[in-house]
T-cell receptor, first 112, second 112 residues
Framework: NAGVTQTPKFQVLKTGQSMTLQCAQDMNHNSMYWYRQDPGMGLRLIYYSASEGTTDKGEVPNGYNVSRLNKREFSLRLESAAPSQTSVYFC???????????FGDGTRLSIL | QKEVEQNSGPLSVPEGAIASLNCTYSDRGSQSFFWYRQYSGKSPELIMSIYSNGDKEDGRFTAQLNKASQYVSLLIRDSQPSDSATYLCAAPPNSGNTPLVFGKGTRLSVIA
């Protein structure tokens, strides 16, 4: 029973490099979310997808793009990584639109 | 104005005591509130939700909501060292039909 699976778990990038964080859920949830968590800042919403085919900006979308590939998968892309994007990234999913119910284990991303 | 406020702690309580975690919110129209627990280095997990004034009990956990005073609390009875974690309060944002806004979290330490 996998729940929400994120890959990779760790990544180190150089400034200006690009990468895509992958997220998949096997609970047939409609909504999926991407958050970042920085020390002392709590969880901040980057983007969310209320249903397959839709995406919306959250609190801190600048520098990121997302794709809801199908109902299971929701990816987060950094086109040109910056040191300010060093963070722990969590993907989550839920039946409804408002409260994430299940989180992935997170991706720890460092940008040098 | 920050929408959800929490004391960052750490809050230290002895084993067996009642731990009281508090959260205030700015939107009087908010109808639902959520508590998440996050162990160090792990992802958040949803532990409680409350929608109406008063108390909601689930095992050793009680969520309390006071809409007139705009605060929500989480009480943990008979605190155990395994309850040591950061507790995140979350509420719907002030505007728009968008996902929850999280507080920065309160770190709880239960001392054996």
């Amino acid at each position: 029973n996998a729940g929400v699976t994120q890959t990779p778990k760790f990544q180190v990038l150089k400034t200006g490099q690009s990468m895509t964080l992958q997220c998949a859920q096997d609970m047939n949830h409609n909504s999926m979310y991407w958050y970042r968590q920085d020390p002392g800042m709590g969880l901040r919403l980057i983007y969310y997808s209320a249903s397959e085919g839709t995406t919306d900006k959250g609190e801190v979308p600048n520098g990121y793009n997302v794709s809801r590939l199908n109902k299971r998968e929701f990816s987060l892309r950094l086109e040109s990584a910056a040191p300010s994007q060093t963070s722990v990234y969590f993907c989550a999913s839920s039946d409804g639109t408002h409260q994430p119910q299940h989180f992935g284990d997170g991706t720890r991303l460092s940008i040098l | 104005q920050k929408e959800v406020e929490q004391n960052s702690g750490p809050l230290s309580v002895p084993e067996g005591a009642i731990a009281s975690l508090n959260c205030t919110y700015s939107d009087r129209g908010s109808q639902s509130f959520f508590w998440y627990r996050q162990y160090s280095g792990k992802s958040p997990e949803l532990i409680m939700s409350i929608y109406s004034n008063g108390d909601k009990e689930d095992g050793r956990f009680t969520a309390q909501l006071n809409k007139a005073s705009q605060y929500v609390s989480l009480l943990i009875r008979d605190s155990q060292p395994s309850d040591s974690a950061t507790y995140l309060c979350a509420a719907p944002p002030n505007s728009g039909n968008t996902p929850l806004v999280f507080g920065k979290g309160t770190r709880l330490s239960v001392i054996a």
